[in-house]
């Protein structure tokens, strides 16, 4: 390789160095070896740097052709190809249009009454987003996802609880606690890309001669959950759906 390709060759080496930071932080976060910020700020710096080299390498590769520096043709296209990793990752796990829903992280199936926390509040810390919802995400969640609402069963509570429980195990929820006597059940989730938290509680009350079934999902960390929070409902609620009398 000539040595005025030197330079383009160096785009190469930056980008899998850059990814390989992006994964540690990716797996760092996961298996809680690196805190939130830490672990997210790096990977956020690690994107906007990679989508920058693939740019430059983009305007390398079309400028060794337009002035035959072919020499710069080869790694220009891998460095740029090699920007395009992340975004194909992120789009694939959480998908293009919820990239653009707002950014909140609690969602509630009532959002008048919301169900509460109470055991979960024992594995939280100060450094995790409040449980208090404000008027704002009110109106942006009704905005965003009018299609999250509680569920009328014709199943007794008992039934609607023990339906709950057998769904929360379906989806991989661990549990915090189960509370018959006062209908709530409280457990978390994970997401599979970044391994963040989120909790959730079940709350079931008598509705005529069935029950009615609300579910909220809150982030621990992170402004916006990518919609995460409201697909977790819609799940657990096409779940129940499924043994619903």
Not at 57 to 75: E, H, R
Not at 161 to 190: C, D, H, P, S, T
Not at 208 to 218: E, F, K, T
């Amino acid at each position: 390789m000539s040595s005025d390709s030197v330079w383009t060759l160096w785009l190469v080496r930056t980008q899998i160095a850059l990814l390989a930071v992006m994964l540690v932080a990716l797996v760092g976060h996961k298996f809680s070896v690196l805190p939130f910020k830490q672990a997210f700020s790096a990977f956020g710096l690690g994107l906007v740097v990679v989508m920058l080299i693939a740019l430059v390498g983009m305007l390398a590769a079309g400028y060794s052709v337009i002035f035959s520096k072919m020499t710069w043709l080869k790694p220009s296209l891998i460095a740029a190809l090699l920007g395009f990793i992340p975004l194909v990752v992120i789009l694939v796990f959480v998908g293009p249009s919820n990239l653009s829903v707002p950014a909140i992280h609690d969602i509630s199936t009532d959002l008048d009454n919301p169900p509460e926390f109470v055991a979960v509040k024992r594995i939280r810390d100060s450094s995790h987003n409040s449980l208090e919802i404000s008027e704002k995400v009110i109106e942006l969640q009704r905005k965003a996802y009018p299609h999250i609402q509680p569920l009328e069963s014709a199943m007794t509570p008992t039934e609607a609880f023990n339906a709950a429980m057998e769904a929360a195990a379906e989806m991989g929820w661990e549990l915090v606690e189960a509370n018959e006597q006062a209908m709530r059940i409280e457990a978390y989730a994970e997401t599979k890309m970044f391994g963040f938290k989120d909790d959730i509680v079940i709350r079931i009350s008598p509705a005529g001669n069935g029950s009615r079934i609300d579910v909220r999902s809150a982030s621990r960390v992170g402004q916006s959950d990518l919609g995460a929070n409201a697909r977790r409902i819609s799940a657990f609620m096409e779940s129940l759906k499924q043994t619903k009398n």
